[in-house]
């Protein structure tokens, strides 16, 4: 069984920083692509950043320029960096994991709050 295993997530306050880490709990070859997806309360989950196997990223607009995604292909990892949050950025965050035979994993979530 694969897990992604998430962590990082937390309170911060507007305009600071936070890290969200996840690791795929097995050994699994041929991970395509990782990435992030967050749900806010009432609303439908959308991609935060993705990579993909040969590096290429991929963001929703809203989140460009402030967060950074990033991987680890020996650690079977995945990094998002978030700088000059704002409280419309709380949400559940979601590690995703695609596999190159097309099979979608998901981690189980991440509560990011951001108030003052």
């Known amino acids: 069984q694969v897990q992604l295993v998430e962590s990082g997530g937390g309170l911060v306050q507007p305009g600071g920083s936070l890290r969200l880490s996840c690791v795929v709990s097995?050994?699994?070859?041929?991970?395509?692509?990782m990435g992030w997806y967050r749900q806010a309360p009432g609303k439908q989950r959308e991609l935060v950043a993705t990579?993909?196997?040969?590096?290429?990223?991929n963001y929703v607009d809203s989140v460009k320029g402030r967060f950074t995604i990033s991987r680890d292909n020996a650690k079977k990892s995945v990094y998002l960096q978030m700088n000059s949050v704002k409280p419309e950025d709380t949400a559940v965050y979601y590690c995703?994991?695609?596999?190159?035979?097309?099979?979608?994993?998901w981690g189980q979530g991440t509560q990011v709050t951001v108030s003052s």
């Open positions: 995703w994991m695609r596999h190159t035979t097309g099979g979608d994993y």
């Open positions: 097995r050994r699994v070859f041929s991970i395509y692509a």
């Open positions: 990579v993909d196997s040969s590096g290429t990223t």
